[in-house]
């Protein structure tokens, strides 16, 4: 990777980026440091918030741009023509149609900043977000290692550079072991937390495991929002179960795994039902309730809740909302602002990456022996932090159109991670009174297919014959990491919900469509 053309520095955020003066490979400018090391960024500053990278090089006026999400994508990630102010998150592709070769850039896994890149006709940008919350992180003369950049070379098709360009950033981590295939029913899309108690959850258990039909490998039943007091997503402490609705949480788990599954347990880590403490002072809905994951207390917290969770017999726990709850905005609105100017978090010496990378390993350690699920986590962070991460924002029980934004083109545009930064999550396939089965059917044949985490959501009102064929033809398909051959979309230049795909020599084509074609004003 060749060193950048000119740096750029911005030290609080009231000032402008400062071009900085190159000795070396040094670059210096407002009171900072910036070193380049064979790819590897170092800066060195008492203040600092942002750093700018720049490189120029001339791209095809017709080049096709791609890059990545910040947390989960929204039915957004999509090659583009050339447009200098999208924003491309953690890596980007080029790719020329005019000579067919497919190049670009990005930063191992689990940096110590939020990184991000722009693309232009002359040339492309790495943004360093070294801040702390909505603030400048203090570092102190500190010299922090905030990015490590690699450049990606053509890999024969855009889909095969693409494979490359993430087992190249991922290289650092650990060796992960043979995942044993993740495959399971969860609530949520027929039930959405609400009027469901330990008898519903244990017929979730029973349905997977007979539709499972004798598989070596045991499926899952989560336990997803709503067992707790308080209502949907309103925060802990985690500590017991709604009183009359779930009594006994050891006993529950205890009950699934009597039934032949494995249980498993949502939880939101940062939000409590009533303000405290150790609370952010960033900008909530919830003031006082969204917890600040600097707080060592904090941490010290979520490590008893995982505990608990392990000893009530729980062998999943899905975390979920950490991302919303640091920056007070989902993925889409983050942008590259990140989160409202003028709060911070307590710990104002560590870049909110760093932060967020210790919350991730403090949740990885106290959860040994669990299978993790990150939901709304940071994926370029938590790679080799969780086991699974669900990539793409949520299916629906309700609404096809939404499923079929949200599933299909994450599964697309993301599935190459898997496997390598974690077991990829494109989210549950809905079985539902409210949604077209015959559609549905055709997502969990393209999910089980992917080797992919496949879960389900089953209402046991939508159960037909057909239903419970196809539901055991893709849990087995599933069960057994399924195709050999892998799969891949082959129009997914073109379209950002991929009707074609192959299968080693085998095209297969879903038509993803009502009759009457998609509904544009669908959700």
Known sequence: MREPTAVFVQADLS???????????????????????????????????????????????DALILGDAWERSYGDLQWRHVQPERLLPWYFLVHDPQTGSTTGAGVDVQPNAFCSWTVDTDGFTLWLDLRNGGG??????????AATVR????????????????????TRLPARPEPAPVVGANNWYYAYGENFDEKAVLQDATTIVELADGHPVKPFSVVDDGWYPGGVCSGGPWDRGTPGVFDD?????????????????????????????????????????????????????IRADLERFRSWGFELVKHDFSTYDVFGAFGPAMGSRLTRGGWQLHDISRTT??????????????????????????GHLA??????????DDTSGRDWERTRKMGINTL???LPQHNRFFTVDADCVPCTPQTPWELNERFLDLVARSGTALFLSIDPAARTERSDRALRNGIHLALSGGAAAGIEP???????????????????????SRPWGADPTAD
């Open 249 to 301: 949480m050891a006993g529950t788990a205890a009950a699934v795994k009597a039934i032949g599954a494995r249980p498993g347990l949502w939880f939101r880590p940062l939000l409590v039902r009533e303000p405290g403490s150790f609370a952010s002072t960033g900008p909530h809905d919830k003031p006082g309730r969204a917890l600040d994951p600097s707080y060592p207390e904090v941490l010290d917290g």
């Open 151 to 170: 450049l990606f070379k053509d890999g024969g098709t855009p889909w095969q550079t693409l494979n490359a360009a993430v087992a190249t950033m991922s």
């Open 412 to 414: 697309a545009f993301r």
């Open 383 to 392: 790679a080799g932090l969780v086991d699974v991460q669900r990539t793409g």
């Open 353 to 378: 990456a760093e932060i967020i990378l210790a919350f991730y390993r403090e949740i990885r350690a106290a959860a040994e022996g669990v299978v993790l699920i990150g939901c709304n986590t940071v």
């Open 490 to 512: 082959t129009d997914w230049l073109v379209n950002t919900t991929p009707n074609a795909w192959r299968a080693g020599d085998e095209a297969i084509h879903y038509d993803w």
């Open 136 to 145: 400048p992180a203090h570092l102190r003369g500190r010299t922090l290692t």
């Open 15 to 61: 000032d402008g980026l400062a071009t900085a003066v190159r000795s070396g490979s040094t670059w210096s400018a407002a009171g900072s440091e910036v070193s380049w090391n064979d790819g590897t960024v170092e800066v060195t500053a008492t203040t600092i918030s942002r750093v700018a990278l720049r490189w120029t090089s001339k791209l095809p006026a």
